[in-house]
């Protein structure tokens, strides 16, 4: 059985439980925050956890290494809209240890890319147009030099509502201990 088919019988009996009830909130962050961090999967519950939060208390925004890599880009639109419709009045990027993204080969994975079927003809297309697929996919050389990137990033863009807070962390994959980051 493909995991798919198991997570969608599995809903069936979430939803015919009523097990969604115990997290039942509305789109507000009661904590008033948006948190971007990565989408490492030792994250999912440990963060909330470290954190001392609950469904319903933050804007949580995932993506590989808590990278903010354009400022008019997806991610920064998604703080942004947090800060302006959703009530956040606080940002925080959290970074951590062990990140996959600071040890990410891109030419690895445009190998990858190849095995699995991406034509030579499609990545030559791409170089043609400008696209640095090597530049795309490389992550980052220091996890703390990237939260200071994102959170630097972030305070300088000219959208970000004034006197907004925004602070850096790097979190422990293992104990959930947060370092603050100087940024």
């Not at 003809?121 to 994102?150: M, P, R």
């Amino acid at each position: 059985m493909s995991v798919v088919k198991e997570m969608l019988e599995f809903n069936k009996r979430f939803v015919q439980e009523k097990q969604y009830e115990q997290f039942v909130s509305d789109k507000f962050p009661d904590k008033k925050v948006v948190i971007l961090t990565c989408m490492d999967t030792r994250l999912t519950e440990l963060l909330p956890q470290a954190l001392g939060i609950k469904n319903g208390d933050a804007k949580i925004i995932k993506n590989a290494g808590a990278v903010l890599s354009h400022p008019f880009g997806s991610a920064m639109r998604s703080i942004l809209v947090a800060l302006y419709a959703l009530g956040a009045e606080e940002v925080i990027v959290i970074g951590h240890y062990d990140c996959g993204m600071a040890a990410i080969e891109p030419n690895v994975v445009i190998e990858e890319m190849e095995r699995r079927g991406i034509e030579q003809q499609t990545l030559q297309t791409l170089k043609a147009s400008g696209v640095n697929l090597e530049q795309w996919l490389h992550g980052f050389d220091s996890v703390e030099a990237n939260v200071v990137h994102s959170v630097d990033l972030i305070n300088n863009h000219p959208l970000l509502p004034p006197g907004t807070n925004v602070y850096g962390f790097v979190i422990d994959p293992n104990t959930g201990r947060l370092d603050p980051v100087k940024a």
